[in-house]
Nanobody
Framework: QVQLVESGGGLVQAGGSLRLSCAAS??????????MSWYRQAPGKQRELVAA???????HYADSVKGRFSVSRDNAKNTVYLQMNSLKPEDTAVYYC????????????????WGQGTQVTVSS
């Protein structure tokens, strides 16, 4: 019923750029998407919040990516983007998107949904 599909990961040299996309699809019910977020998880480390954007387009960034990453969203396409510039080897991780979605059907529901993850590898 709710699916998040990420794309845009890959291998890039340090100093390079990548743009991640995450498209949400919801079938069978009406819905609204609240905050959309990007997380990452490096090997042996906990998953951490990278950036988030509210439905009103207020944004939040982890200190480690401020000034290098930019989060945006296209509400008409139910898509969130993460533009990553000046990439560093320590940015290497699996990147996940998360969407806070309210659905309105026989039962109204609000829950977090996760994408499958996309690998970003930054070589030195």
């Amino acid at each position: 019923q709710v699916q998040l599909v990420e794309s845009g990961g890959g291998l890039v040299q340090a100093g390079g750029s990548l743009r991640l996309s995450c498209a949400a699809s919801v079938s069978g019910v009406s819905f609204s998407i609240n905050t959309m977020s990007w997380y990452r998880q490096a090997p042996g480390k906990q998953r951490e919040l990278v950036a988030a954007i509210t439905s009103g387009r207020s944004t939040h960034y982890a200190d480690s990516v401020k000034g290098r990453f930019s989060v945006s969203r296209d509400n008409a396409k139910n898509t969130v983007y993460l533009q990553m510039n000046s990439l560093k080897p320590e940015d290497t991780a699996v990147y996940y998107c998360k969407a806070d979605i309210s659905t309105f059907g026989a039962v109204d529901r609000r829950a977090d949904y996760w994408g499958q993850g996309t690998q970003v590898t930054v070589s030195s």
